[in-house]
């Protein structure tokens, strides 16, 4: 079967780093996605990895492992703002379907 | 503001009836997605076109239709409704559609079937 296994939350402290983790088991692979949605909002297009390694865009990274079909997002200089659920998503492959996980929810203490 | 346009934002209608939501994508974006939100299946990709073309199909019903306009704009198309395609739904665009591409949300359309 097809699943992305993520943590359903996480708690991190305002000014800290935190990683989310993101484990997938697909029928194919193409990338792997990165999304942030602020509750009753709509979702955020934050990043994607095609090829292993660290994408950077300002203060989150996000890092994909093809052999070991994990993925990571990094937050950096936690914010009060960044309190919201993550999702990834994989793309399978290059004109088909995105497969999302359930989302992680992100809770940001003082 | 995405530039992303989606309407209704609010739906309430009942089972078996048909309803059409609307998406207009941002100035210049040739490829439109639709996605499903709801508490019990999550954020689902429905389907994705490219300039009029249908170039993706995720997990959508048969239930349910897409096009894309060749002023690219899009509706998706719900009928027979059921009680659990209550949900969010959102469209997105992108320039070209690639995935690597940042896809910008509308607002969404909450759809409420009594």
């Known amino acids: 079967g097809q699943s992305l296994e993520q943590p359903s939350e996480v708690t991190a402290v305002e000014g800290a780093i935190v990683q989310i983790n993101c484990t997938y088991q697909?029928?194919?692979?193409?990338?792997l996605s990165w999304y942030q949605q602020h509750d009753g909002g709509a979702p955020t297009f934050l990043s994607y990895n095609g090829l292993d390694g660290l994408e950077e865009t300002g203060r989150f990274s996000s890092f994909l492992s093809r052999s070991d079909s994990y993925g990571y997002l990094l937050l950096q200089e936690l914010q009060m703002k960044d309190s919201a659920s993550y999702f990834c998503?994989?793309?399978?492959?290059?004109?088909?379907?995105?497969?999302f996980g359930k989302g992680t929810r992100l809770h940001i203490l003082p | 503001d995405s530039g992303v346009t989606q309407t209704p934002k609010h739906l309430i209608t009942a089972t078996g009836q048909r309803v059409t939501l609307r998406c207009s994508p941002r100035?210049?974006?040739?490829?439109v997605y639709w996605y499903q939100q709801s508490l019990d299946q999550g954020l689902q990709f429905l389907i994705q076109?490219?300039?009029?073309?249908?170039?993706a199909k995720g997990n959508i019903l048969e239930r349910f239709s897409a096009q894309q306009f060749p002023d690219l704009h899009s509706e998706l198309n719900l009928s027979s409704l059921e009680l659990g395609d209550s949900a969010l739904y959102f469209c997105?665009?992108?320039?070209?559609?690639?995935?690597?591409?940042?896809?910008?949300f509308g607002p969404g359309t909450r759809l409420l079937v009594l």
């Open positions: 100035s210049g974006d040739l490829s």
């Open positions: 997105a665009s992108s320039v070209v559609g690639q995935a690597q591409e940042t896809q910008y």
């Open positions: 697909t029928s194919g692979f193409y990338g």
């Open positions: 998503a994989v793309v399978e492959n290059r004109d088909d379907k995105i497969i």
């Open positions: 076109y490219y300039n009029g073309e249908e170039r």
